[in-house]
């Protein structure tokens, strides 16, 4: 139990008016720390725990029923995947592996230690008194918390607790405190536990216009993106060049197919300027995929070919470095905060009060069911185009297509029923991902060639190597092999005539377009 | 869980220092631990300052259930946090006859601590000395044995002693006996001798060795463990030691 020490009331003078009740004994406690850790998401948080470190000792807590676990902590925590095995470690999701835990907030706390003795000076009730700091070690902001009593029972000695317990609730009046110290300091920073997540949860107004729609659409997308920079450019883990990444391409996806509701020349121009931070993004992200799949690459190759590709992880981590220095150069460069700024003031600036360009002031429930129509339209079209021998170009355009069909159907879902749009995307997430093993499989063998060849030139490959680095790429093109083959019966799934007809139902909604094929 | 019993067939030989100590140390390092005094000479009780008293008696805990007092109604808290105990009670020194009444009286101990599984990481059982059907409850429950062995030969003996116990009996064949030289005198040359030649006739000897120390005696004074008070001793310094290598040795 946990009361909170009302502004104004000395913890000295709480202390004396408990001593006068009270044989006790009094120790200061000193002062400790604790650190909260969870990764830039809050995966550890969702998942209904916390993590937090008091010196050497790792714990976790769950948020539900208090249980907890510790291990022993050997060097300060960093990707989850590398924290040594323990009872700690095996409480962590394993969505999370890749992550780094990240400090959230440090919290210290001064305690002054009262106990209550028996007769026999055993300790039968604690009592601690604590006044609290913080630190934000994301932002540096820091300062004080309310002070805070705590009353931790001993087993066994249950009356002597509630003997405690109401002196004071009632002699002394102090109410219980709520929730964990974590939310009054993260308040305190104007933030709460849960507040980044890379996915997109807008809640829109079908009957607004469509371009003030649209910039709160891009606006959440800037705020993704802007929250990842830092992240990135100390490559604190693959992550968040990953969700930079994604809401770059987002910002360009809506840009492009929420067409006429901005100027031509506006997004004209941030559509280009995008595409470059998408190009200098891009090395250092094929590099994490490559080293993220590592591990897997070698289990698929025999076991005796498997230590030969041990010089492609060293080749690939030799040019992370470089790759990774010029990323951050990137992303700190003015050029790449000049094109922030000047899309951060396009976003916040008014739309103007009547716009000649012509969606501009449409409903965008109208707008966003044109758009999802036609580009459903043309996945359909294209899809059933693809023969045996179409050219991969055609599936890879197909691809496109289909992920500019999610973004938007991810864009606009709040206007649409719950429970019909949502397994519609995840049908179109099953299309989208088997074309898109088809294609990564296809250039990622691509590369291995090219990275094989560089190799050999740098003299860092022996012909063994170079066998298992080509069994490597000969199973790929296996697999992609395969993924065309199965691109009939996956698209079909698509095709369906029952499952058309929810598309139909959800997006055909004026009478001109429902008789339209 | 894991249970550890501490143990010998002889009394006074630093059997209940390493069951308080080593206790103590667990729970600093963050197991949940409970120690169970089932000696009625309640030293391990009296270290901890609690009374040695159990509502109902042993008698109520080989009852449980509705009629008589489960284990979770008697432990106490100790002063450490992480560290509770079961204290003894004077009814123990019966706990004998008791369990003879008892059904399935050698499954008594593990039947009583088995509702605790979840609470608790690890569990001491600082038994009485001789054998007899506590022990033996105590060794069926356990998964490693603690033997404080003073290093003469009366000692060895007694060793000896359980080690030809415990062969004869097939339903302890999991349970790993863990031998370590306590209350050692280096200035005597009867220590020095046996503990060279002990381990060659028996290689399961712990390395670590519990000194003959004043300061292990002043626990009866303090009225707690060891290293609670005087944690840079030698003494408690060899019981951190020996904590480090019991986890080693430790199955599963």
């Known amino acids: 139990m946990e009361y909170l020490i009302p502004d104004g009331l000395a913890t000295e003078a709480l202390e004396r008016e408990i001593q006068e009740h009270l044989f006790c004994r009094v120790e200061s406690a000193g002062d400790s720390e604790i650190i909260y850790y969870d990764t830039f998401d809050w995966a550890l948080y969702s998942d209904g725990g916390f993590l937090t470190q008091r010196g050497d000792m790792l714990r976790w807590t769950s948020r539900r029923d208090g249980t907890a676990c510790s291990q022993q902590l050997e060097a300060e925590p960093e990707l989850v995947r590398d924290l040594p095995a323990g009872p700690v470690r095996a409480r962590l999701p394993s969505g999370a592996e890749n992550r780094r835990l990240l400090p959230m907030m440090r919290i210290q706390t001064k305690t002054r230690l009262l106990r209550m003795l028996d007769e026999n000076e055993k300790t039968v009730v604690r009592l601690l008194l604590q006044s609290h700091s913080f630190e934000d070690p994301l932002s540096g902001r820091a300062g004080s918390l309310a002070a805070r009593l705590r009353l931790e029972g001993v087993r066994g000695y249950d009356k002597e607790r509630e003997l405690l317990r109401a002196l004071i609730e009632g002699k002394l009046g102090l109410g219980e405190s709520e929730g964990p110290l974590l939310g009054e300091a993260l308040r305190m920073v104007g933030r709460v536990p849960g507040d980044y997540s890379s996915k997109l949860d807008l809640r829109l107004d079908g009957a607004q216009r469509a371009d003030v729609v649209t910039k709160q659409i891009l606006s959440t997308l800037l705020v993704t993106l802007e929250a990842n920079i830092q992240g990135a450019i100390a490559n604190w883990d693959s992550e968040f060049l990953h969700d930079l990444r994604v809401a770059t391409r987002r910002t360009r996806s809506a840009l492009s197919q929420i067409k006429a509701v901005f100027p031509e020349d506006v997004v004209g121009r941030f559509k280009g300027e995008f595409a470059w931070v998408q190009q200098v993004t891009g090395p250092v992200r094929d590099l994490d995929v490559y080293l993220l799949a590592f591990d897997d690459y070698q289990a698929s190759l025999p076991p005796e070919l498997r230590s030969k590709l041990e010089p492609l992880r060293d080749f690939l981590l030799a040019h992370y470095e470089r790759e990774q220095a010029r990323l951050a150069e990137a992303l700190q460069s003015e050029s790449f905060k000049t094109l922030l700024g000047s899309w951060r003031d396009f976003l916040q600036r008014p739309v103007p009060s009547s716009s000649v360009v012509p969606s501009a002031m449409q409903p965008i429930k109208a707008v966003a069911d044109g758009r999802i129509r036609s580009m459903a339209k043309r996945v359909r079209a294209e899809g059933r185009a693809i023969r045996d021998d179409s050219h991969p170009e055609e599936l890879h355009e197909l691809r496109k297509r289909c992920k500019n069909l999610r973004y938007l159907m991810e864009f606009f879902r709040s206007l649409y029923p719950a429970a019909q749009i949502k397994p519609l995307i995840k049908q179109l997430k099953v299309l989208l991902d088997h074309l898109g093993a088809y294609q990564d499989l296809a250039v990622q063998a691509h590369h291995l060639e090219d990275m094989a060849e560089q190799m050999q030139a740098e003299g860092r490959a022996t012909p063994a190597t170079l066998l298992a680095m080509g069994a490597l790429v000969g199973g790929m093109l296996q697999r992609q092999q395969a993924a065309r083959d199965g691109f009939a019966e996956v698209f079909a799934a698509f095709d369906d005539a029952e499952h058309w007809a929810q598309y139909r139902a959800l997006f055909w909604t004026l009478e001109a377009d429902k008789s339209s094929r | ?252």
């Open chain 2, 1 to 252: 869980m894991r249970i550890l019993a501490t143990y010998n067939i002889k009394g006074g030989v630093g059997k209940t220092a390493a069951a308080v100590n080593l206790a103590y140390l667990a729970a600093k390092r963050g197991e949940r631990t409970l120690l169970w005094d089932l000696d009625p000479q309640a030293a391990a009780t009296y270290y901890f300052r609690v009374e040695p008293k159990v509502a109902g008696g042993g008698q109520g805990l080989l009852r449980g259930g509705k009629k008589g007092t489960t284990l979770d109604e008697v432990i106490k808290g100790t002063d450490f946090p992480g560290l509770d105990l079961v204290p003894a009670d004077f009814s123990f020194r019966n706990f004998d006859l008791m369990l003879d009444d008892a059904k399935g009286s050698t499954k008594q101990l593990r039947k009583l601590l088995r509702p605790l599984e979840d609470d608790y990481d690890l569990v001491f059982l600082d038994c009485p000395p001789s054998i007899s059907l506590v022990s033996e409850s105590a060794f069926r429950a356990a998964n490693a044995l603690l033997v404080p062995v003073i290093p003469t030969t009366l000692s060895a003996r007694t060793l000896e002693q359980l080690l030809e116990f415990l062969e004869g009996q097939a339903r302890l064949d999991g349970l790993k006996v863990l031998p370590f030289f306590s209350m050692v005198d280096r200035r005597k040359r009867l220590h020095l001798e046996s503990m060279a030649e002990l381990p060659t006739r028996w290689p399961q000897f712990l390395k670590t060795s519990i000194p003959y120390a004043s300061d292990v005696e002043r626990m009866g004074v303090q009225r707690m463990p060891l290293p609670a008070y005087a944690p840079l001793s030698p003494a408690a310094l060899a019981y951190q030691s020996l904590w480090a290598e019991v986890c080693e040795n430790l199955p599963g």
